[in-house]
């Protein structure tokens, strides 16, 4: 079994470590939280054993992600944590995500895979998983600070036709139904994620192009930077708090 008494303690405590800012996990059913929690009866799994077949995979022309990690297990373990992050060399911000395909071009001569792609989803999962249990500790200071900012207005500010805000709902409304399922914190550990309204896994950006949709704003694209200081922000509201990939959501 994956799951470790680390992991287990380290959620017991998470609310306790990020102050006010509960995990996605805490928000679960027990039936549910009880399934994500085990290896066995979490499908996401299958999306993190495909990602580790993927990691040791020779690409025609070029090099496997374990010619550079080797021993991924301890090399990468708490890599996620960390992420989002400035790219040092580009000045862009990169999430766990935009890292991989950055690799498999640059360093892999190999066509990106694509976000939201089988491929890019499986391997970010299989890394992810990696961390599974250490807390969050994102830079947000320096010259990470501008994008954790932007990422901020974009929370708390009212868009789209509802002319709601990020803020309203996973700030003011926290714990309260809607369609079923309970308001969050907005804390993105756990993704890549399965959830049971896609039947499947999928990424951050792809839950918050849901929620643009849902109050009738712009869909940025994926891995754009709206999304990217986004996520950096919750990051790092979400500090102190465990990594949960693979997590399940409703």
């Not at 928000?27 to 994500?36: N, T």
């Not at 580790?52 to 690409?59: G, N």
Request: some cysteine; aromatic content about 8%.
């Amino acid at each position: 079994m994956r799951l470790s008494i680390a992991f287990c303690i380290a959620m017991a405590l998470s609310a306790a470590h990020a102050g006010e800012i509960k995990s996605g996990s805490s928000f679960l059913s027990p039936d549910m939280r009880r399934q994500q929690d085990d290896e066995t009866r979490n499908p996401a799994w299958f999306w993190v054993d495909q990602g580790q077949e993927l990691f040791s995979r020779k690409p025609e022309n070029g090099a496997t992600c374990l010619s550079c990690h080797a021993g991924p297990e301890q090399s990468l373990r708490g890599a996620a944590t960390r992420y989002p992050q400035l790219d040092a060399a580009s000045g862009k911000l990169l999430n766990l995500e935009t890292r991989i395909e950055q690799c498999r071009v640059e360093r892999q001569k190999q066509p990106a895979f694509g976000y939201e792609s089988a491929e890019l989803l499986a391997l970010t999962a299989y890394v992810a998983s990696l961390s599974r249990g250490l807390p969050m500790n994102v830079a947000t200071e320096g010259a990470a600070r501008p994008f954790f900012e932007e990422g901020k207005a974009f929370f708390e500010r009212r868009q789209g036709q509802l002319n709601l805000s990020c803020m309203q709902c996973h700030d003011g409304l926290v714990g309260q139904r809607l369609r079923g399922d309970t308001i969050s914190h907005g804390a993105g550990m756990g993704y890549p994620a399965y959830r049971l309204e896609w039947n499947g896994v999928g990424s951050l950006h792809r839950r918050l192009r849901a929620c643009s949709l849902g109050v009738r704003a712009t869909q940025f694209d994926y891995g754009s930077p709206e999304y990217l200081a986004l996520e950096l922000y919750l990051a790092g509201r979400a500090k102190g708090l465990p990594v949960e990939t693979p997590a399940m959501r409703r």
